[in-house]
């Protein structure tokens, strides 16, 4: 299995030039009816922009921009904010998103009519415009954030990482079942109760700790089998589920950054949570799918250098994180 993965590594470590643990978080367009024609524009969009692109909000020709736009910025995201007056309802107009092409951004579009339900949608490259319904429909908050859930944890090469460690070094399929239990456990505590307000860590610590957790696993690939089992091989459910309540403040402050929409916070949550389970289970499934069609190619490679090579790979990128994050200032 641990051959396998060489290739699936080395383009996690291919990636480091332009490592950034997490994607870009996505942008979020709000538009809110204030009056018969009259509307709120909200625009969010991320600090860090793939290169250098910045997308804009494309909306319908008949509406025109009052007053001055107001800017506040954060320490992830730059807002904007103006009012509109569009001649014609917005029911059946299309709202869209130009520069998404290479941005590596996907953006949510809220709109909240002054009457019904409000309606949502995840644009993104492939999907860059979004017509509105003429009839109000159901809000989609739950397939949006069940999509960016498993986004989240698919493109989190840190959490990826975190989970591909643990299957290489948990062999028994009562331990890795342990493991990956108490970890989805342990982040979908702390998740829930960071989003909730009930528990507040810092982020530099919580950053840094992800990527020192993802370090410790690759060591402990490196213990030579002479000296036995070590610490997660003996305590699997234990100190996964530990370091899956430090991931877990790691997928809240993602969340944060995107925002959950008013009165629909726990759909949004629990859609998002699982999201990242159903984008966790593809990743082990896939890893012992392809650990099982391994066991049956010839091998020349010995299984000291079989062992040595993914962890070198995963330590290599932890260490790089845990050193970014430090000189980045995330500790201030």
Not at 105 to 112: D, F, K, L, P
Request: glycine share 10%; hydrophobic share 50%.
């Amino acid at each position: 299995m641990r051959v396998a993965l060489w290739s699936l590594l080395a383009g996690l470590l291919l990636l480091a030039g332009a490592v950034r643990a997490h994607p870009l978080a996505p942008a979020l367009l709000e538009l809110s009816q204030t009056g018969v024609s009259d509307y709120a524009l909200l625009w969010r969009s991320p600090l860090s922009r793939a290169n250098g692109r910045e997308p804009q909000p494309r909306l319908p020709a008949g509406c025109q921009r009052l007053g001055e736009v107001r800017v506040e910025d954060d320490a992830v995201a730059r807002s904007q904010r103006w009012s509109l007056r569009c001649a014609a309802p917005l029911a059946g107009e299309t709202l869209g998103i130009d520069g998404l092409a290479g941005s590596g951004i996907n953006v949510i579009v809220r709109y909240q009519p002054a009457q019904g339900p409000g309606l949502q949608k995840l644009l993104s490259e492939r999907e860059p415009a979004w017509t509105l319904p003429a009839a109000s429909a159901p809000p989609s908050v739950f397939a949006s954030y069940l999509r960016l859930g498993v986004e989240h944890l698919l493109g989190g090469y840190d959490h990826l990482c975190f989970v591909i460690a643990l299957v290489l070094l948990l062999r028994r399929p009562r331990s890795l079942l342990l493991a990956v239990t108490a970890f989805t456990a342990g982040h979908s505590l702390t998740l829930s109760l960071a989003v909730l307000g009930l528990v507040r860590v810092n982020p530099g610590f919580t950053e840094f700790a992800i990527a020192l957790s993802i370090l410790l696993l690759a060591l402990e690939l490196l213990r030579s089998p002479t000296a036995g089992p070590g610490p997660v091989q003996r305590w699997p459910w234990a100190l996964a589920g530990g370091f899956g309540l430090l991931h877990g403040l790691g997928f809240a402050g993602a969340l944060a950054e995107i925002g959950l929409p008013e009165g629909e916070i726990p759909l949004a949550l629990l859609a998002f949570n699982l999201g990242i389970e159903l984008g966790q289970l593809a990743v082990v499934a896939g890893l012992l799918a392809l650990g099982l069609a391994w066991r049956r190619m010839p091998t020349i490679l010995s299984p000291v250098l079989m062992r040595a090579v993914p962890a070198y790979l995963i330590g290599s990128l932890a260490a790089y994180w845990c050193l970014e994050r430090v000189a980045v200032g995330w500790w201030r």
